[in-house]
T-cell receptor, first 108, second 115 residues
């Protein structure tokens, strides 16, 4: 069964910490995406990648970076977490956007 | 630039009634259009997509949507609501892919189904 796996379902971090959110897909997809989801705002694109070591900024990249060293793994990095980054983070893969289950991140 | 407007943040229907979730888009090129569903505490699941073939698209769970270029709409319908349809629904639009999809999402519509 094909899937997109996000490493953590729930995560609690403190302000200023460096946070890594991991996403792995097993479908050999070239395209991978990171979105954040907030009530009333829908999904907003943070970063995406078309290939290994390639990245493009989405609509709200400020405060985030990404890494794609291998085709199957796309990591989202919060360099210095802030309370306004408390959100649901969704990873997606492929042309039809197969989504992972999401990581609910709380920054205290 | 492309954008999506979903009319109504909440839609309430009775079980067995028609479901109609509205989506209007703007796009500078012929769009690709999608509907996704999100059940509580889960990721998003693709319901259906329009990719410039038939204008009436059938999806999973009895849902369908019709692409109307003149109205720039892609409304989602289901003839008879079931309690299990209660979820958040998202419409999305993407560029015609020369390479890949980069969907832009609407803000979502929460479907409430009453017994």
């Amino acid at each position: 069964d094909v899937k997109v796996t996000q490493s953590s379902r729930y995560l609690v971090k403190r302000t200023g910490e460096k946070v890594f959110l991991e996403c792995v897909q097993d479908m050999d997809h070239e395209n991978m995406f990171w979105y954040r989801q907030d009530p009333g705002l829908g999904l907003r694109l943070i970063y995406f990648s078309y290939d290994v070591k390639m990245k493009e900024k989405g609509d709200i990249p400020e405060g985030y970076s990404v890494s794609r060293e291998k085709k199957e793994r796309f990591s989202l990095i919060l360099e210095s977490a802030s309370t306004n980054q408390t959100s649901m983070y969704l990873c997606a893969s492929g042309a039809q956007l197969l989504f992972g289950s999401g990581t609910q991140l709380s920054v205290l | 630039a492309q954008s999506v407007t979903q009319l109504g943040s909440h839609v309430s229907v009775s079980e067995g009634a028609l479901v109609l979730l509205r989506c209007n888009y703007s796009s500078s090129v012929p769009p690709y259009l999608f509907w996704y569903v999100q059940y509580p505490n889960q990721g998003l699941q693709l319901l259906l997509k329009y990719t410039s073939a038939a204008t009436l698209v059938k999806g999973i769970n009895g849902f369908e949507a019709e692409f109307k270029k003149s109205e720039t709409s892609f409304h989602l319908t289901k003839p008879s609501a079931h309690m299990s349809d209660a979820a958040e629904y998202f419409c999305a639009v993407s560029k015609t892919p020369g390479g890949s999809y980069i969907p832009t999402f609407g803000r979502g519509t929460s479907l409430i189904v009453h017994p």
